[in-house]
């Protein structure tokens, strides 16, 4: 990503509605997984850290960041060991197994995501997991992901076929942030069809409009541990290695 991405990313990753929602879904998809107690759990690409409090409530975390400015922040921001390193090749750590591999909005960065699967699927323990969230559905590329340096864009199909070839099972597998999913989509199609200027979207709205976002993104936390959604503006997998 572009250095001020991570910058941004840093500032807003505590308050801003879509980060806060996204944690409230994840840490109650990953409360669901029956991790043993002192899990050993790994986030690849875990930028400035703003989700490693979060997993730390499940187990030991360590964080794997390629960007200096973000591992910097990361270590600030909570007592994990992170390292440098990046995906496919340079997963650090020497031959440890994790209990949770996370990539959280990750795997649409790295050219070969196939070989990214695979690379996570050997740091995995037997009966372990991986945790992928994904940006949902190419239709919507545009000017945040090209900000984001996103590659691609994912349907759930598609992320199944490629856990499925890097030898791994696909325990769950839908989309979430549904409830907004209307107004983003709507939102991001006009200003393409418009030709409007797009801003970066991890830009703290005003705190109304982003108390109301959040509370509207993070119910889905309710509803996330018994059933994903059938669409959404985001898609996720977990995914275990037999």
Known sequence: MEPSVYRLMAQTQETHWWFEGRRAILSAIIARLGLPAGAQILEIGCGPGGNLRMLGQFGTVFGVEMDEYARTRAREVSSCEIQSGSLPDRIPFGAQVFDLVCLLDV????DDDAAALRAVAGRIKPGGFALVTVPAYQWLYGAHDRLHHHVRRYSASCLSRKAADAGLQVRRLGYFN???????????LAKRILRLRESDEAVLPGKLLNGLLRRVFAAEAHFVPHMLFPFGTSCIAVLERR
């Open 178 to 188: 549904a409830l907004l999913f209307p107004l983003i989509a709507s939102v991001r």
């Open 107 to 110: 795997l649409e960065h790295v």
